[in-house]
């Protein structure tokens, strides 16, 4: 396994750039916090810097700052998309511009999505325009390791510097995946596991003595490198698990590792583990309606998932894992809408709107561990504002303006460019290549 | 202003979708044999026939509702009455006999129920282990002797899903794409059985599942064999329709004017059934350029296709497949997966029913089918963004008489006509908006889920006794 010990900061180069921020003030609004508290009538959010500097009823509009009426529209953050692949795929289907797994590499935990994250991938500007502004990017696993690799926080902005928090965490999967790519069995990946921890470990201690370990040592250097940094608690472990006896294995491990920070994502037997779950401490980002027994982990599964989850008191989120997540982020709300819609349904446990609004704004945010930062439009977050034309968990709701870092964004695509193309199919005087 | 406005669109989208049984006015093909020594004498058109019984139920009105009757029509304030797994009446002012239950709606919907005409439930069922993996038969491009039915496991948890939120009475189960001819659909009622037979649906036409672009080209391509390229595809088809003419001009000698009867072909009995307009094609297609070989081909032929599935770039042709009496089955908003998905846009329905093409929404997932009552509303909030305002009525028939055309059981079932099966959803408010779900659902006027009482919710074999049970606890 242990090939070469190729420098991976060479995959680390940091594309980081600084916003061009602006300040903005949205007045009349129905104003959404997206912390899980009601919308707020006649409000008013205020960005400067790209930062929120204040939001609710009675805030003044500093003298200077340019002003949105939204008249009465509803006003929120933007979508923060719990578990995605957005920005490293182009076209699933055409490998060349897949790069969400790396099947040939000698690295796993080492991988990172950051160099791959293009931000003019078509996507990116879909899911801008239907109200996604931030999102969580994970590389996936391949055959060999139970480790994908580094995920990262990025922006759905129009410019070329997409990632805001490179290197966020590492993803892994386990139970039956995971359980594959280790070479078999959930015992060979927890093996994998524990090997690797102890392996980062090492390295943590003394990363110059790493090179000349003895001939079990199965970790290159950059994975351990990677790895150092989960078990160090500097970063959280996002784990794919869907089986409640795998979910226990986790909350075990957790104990057994002081300052691992542990995410559950999907997770979609976690509603009969909750307590076990909510006692643990542990947040979760799950699959909202996954309701079939899809495979032999998901026996369990049911669309009140993650209304019980948050009644057991899990902080939950809403992410979309092997879900399209390379390009449909943007059917978060319709997800959280629909979660309000079991409330309605007896014997079902949904969530009221403001808990559903919150599980695709702040909440993810928080499992993550950046809800300071991300989320919501509380004092200090970043200014990321959308408009809407509706009630933005309803069926064809759409941004009429959207800001991020306090930035306004174009809310066209390729999409938009072909629907006007072929509103009317017949061609003109000239072809419709002519036609733009 | 809604109705008059939405009986007109619908006027244009019968004629669109043809209610002329799949077979085309321009077939040059003999038409079937009437009469000879040979009639009868061939084989069975119908070896594994529907066992299928509607269960008993209660003469029903409901009343105080917003009737969407699948065609076009609306009635604010109606009631709908069924009895005897008919429908009997719907309108304003509808009074109960003696007997009848009543259920008032106030607030809510009724629709017709829910027809997918692309659905793989029963054969990639859930859970989706490879040993239930049972869609493709991917070891030859021209699979035409393989039927979907034999396929279909009717324990599929999926069906409950799709029964209970989704409102889906009537779904056709497809064979996978891997193949340009991949075999025959077969057609079912959405009600738990012990058999596949004991779900199909009685008297509905058979389909035939082509399949062109991506799919064929990569699966024999990799293997280094025909079709490896798009004019592969067609290659192997043209070969195909090719024989399947000269067994037909056999069969009908012989059932003419008696003899040694010819060599039964499985394959060649469904390809025999397309030509003679008995059996629909239902062709996976997304790109336009190859909707518009494939309907070019079917003149050639002397066949007709009754639906172009998925249909992505159904928009860049829709004046096309309106000319050609072809339906579009598509998704809302799905794109980008693959190549040929890449120029999808929300409004392809939009822009079909616009311009006048019979357009449909489809599933082809086991969880899109349990919200295609969203899709179809995403698709009509696309169409309202653009300017082209469909009503909610018209969007209905997106969900119910275009499929029920395109799959030749229009006069069974896809609106609330009087005669029609009672397949009835009553919805607990506006099934356009995200905040509904169905709250009670009648297949053939029995009544098989109610939202409360659990007992009405089915929970198939392979959930019984797992921690799941069908989504019940």
Redo the contacts between chains.
Sequence with gaps: MRKTLFLAAAACVALAAPAMAQDVAITNAKLVIGDGSAPVEGGTVVVRGGKVVAAGRGVAVPAGVQTVDAGGRYVTPGIFAGFTRLGIVEVDGVAVTNDAAAGSSPFNAALDVTPAVNPRSTPVAINRADGVTRAVVAPDNSKGSIFAGQGAVIDTRSDLHAVARPRAFQFMEYGESGGRAAGGSRPAAIAMLRNAFAEARDYARNPASFAGRGKDALLTRADAEALAAVVQGKVPLLVHVERASDILVLLQLKRETPGLKLVLVGATEGWTVAKDIAAAGVPVIASPLNDLPASFEQLAATQSNIGRLRTAGVLVGIGTINDDEARQARLEKQYAGNLVALTRVPGATGLDWNAAFAAISAKPAEALGMGDAFGSLRTGRVGDVVVWDGDPLEIGSMPVKLFIDGVEQPLTSRQTRLRDRYWKPEEGALPKAYQR | MIRSFAMAAACVALTACGGTGGKPATASSTPPAQKGPGLGKGYSHDPYPSTYRPYPGVPTLVTNVTILDGEGGRIDRGAVLFRDGKIVALGQNLAADAGVTVIDGQGKYVTPGVIDIHSHLGDYP????DALSDGNEATSPVTADVWAEHSVWPQD??FG?ALV?GGVTTLQILPGSANLFGGRSVLLKNVYARTMQGMKFPGAPYGLKMACG?NPKRVYGSRGREPSTRMGNIAVDRQTWARAAEYKRRWEKYERDGGEPPSRDIAMDTLRGVLDGEIRVQNHCYRADEMANVMDMAKEFGYHVSAFHHAVEA?????LLKANNTCAAVWA???????ES??????NLA?LEK?GACAMIHSDD??GI??LN?EV??A???A???GFDVSEATAWKWLSINPALALGIADKTGSLKPGKMADVVLW??NP??????PEMVWVDGALLYD??D?KRRPVSD??LG???EG???
Excluded: L
């Design positions: 859930s859970p989706g282990v948890p999926g899903r939120n991506e928009y860049k042709i829709a004046d908003d799905w794109y980008g997966f693959k190549m890449y120029d999808a846009v929300p409004e822009i311009e086991a969880n349990q919200r969203q509303a995403k009509r909030a696309s309202i963004r653009g607990n408010g356009f908006s995200v905040y509904t779900r939202a409360k659990p392979f959930e797992q921690p799941g989504d019940v606890k």
